[in-house]
């Protein structure tokens, strides 16, 4: 199992460098004087480009969900460790995509700088603290996971848990997608709201630990 969580980490890096690379080259071409919010527009001059290369970015998007998903069920025994491995190869991906961009921009220059995270269904955007947040809480739950079930007490869920996850989950994408629709105004920032984001992730891990605590069946 640790060979295997081992092996997931560096694709997980590795598949984080090649996303962060292809933000390399998008800034370069379309933020040549620095990326920063409010966002431009899209359109003007450069709308063809724009759309063609929005279109290209929203399928790099979905390939790069595909093959997460399809290491997760590769590294994966069963169902179970299948959901942790995408839990953590997710996070570490996400966390070290950030860690690329600051070595190879220097960006973000403060966690609490924005930036667009997703474009499906639509924009999402938020500040880097708040994907960095989900993203070590996924990795958390995944060791925890991956421990009781080495130790022989494997985490089990009732289908109220996996509502509760599901719902908690939701109101932190829709947190990030209401504010990406706000990600050209100026005032962008106060659009997404940190108690109702918090709320949802503090509810997800207590729930979580009301799982480990009395766990289903």
Do not use: Q
């Not at 598949?15 to 919010?37: D, M, Q, T």
């Not at 930036?115 to 947040?133: G, K, N, Q, S, T």
């Amino acid at each position: 199992m640790l060979v295997r969580f081992c092996i997931a980490v560096v694709f997980s890096i590795a598949l984080a460098y090649i996303e962060s690379a292809v933000v390399v080259y998008l800034r370069e071409i379309f933020y040549p004087a620095g990326f920063s919010f409010p966002l431009p527009e899209f359109g003007g001059k450069n709308s063809v480009l724009w759309g063609r290369l929005l279109v290209t970015e929203i399928g790099r998007e979905v390939a790069s969900m595909v093959l997460i998903l399809s290491a997760a069920v590769l590294f994966g025994g069963n169902l179970r460790r299948r959901f942790a491995f995408f839990l953590a190869i997710f996070a570490v991906w996400d966390i070290f995509y950030y860690i690329w961009l600051k070595v190879l921009l220097n960006w973000p220059g403060s966690v609490m700088d924005w930036d667009v995270l997703f474009l499906i269904p639509m924009p999402w955007a938020c500040p880097v603290l708040a994907p960095v947040l989900v993203s070590v809480v996924m990795l958390g739950f995944s060791c925890l996971i991956f421990y009781r079930d080495c130790t022989g007490k494997p985490v089990r869920a009732s289908a109220w848990d996996w509502l509760g996850y599901v719902t908690a989950a939701l109101v932190i994408i829709m947190s990030f997608c209401l504010a990406g629709r706000y990600m050209t105004r100026p005032d962008y920032a106060s659009h997404f709201c940190w108690p109702v984001f918090l709320t949802a992730l503090v509810g997800a891990v207590g729930l979580f630990v009301k799982t480990l605590i009395y766990p289903s069946g």
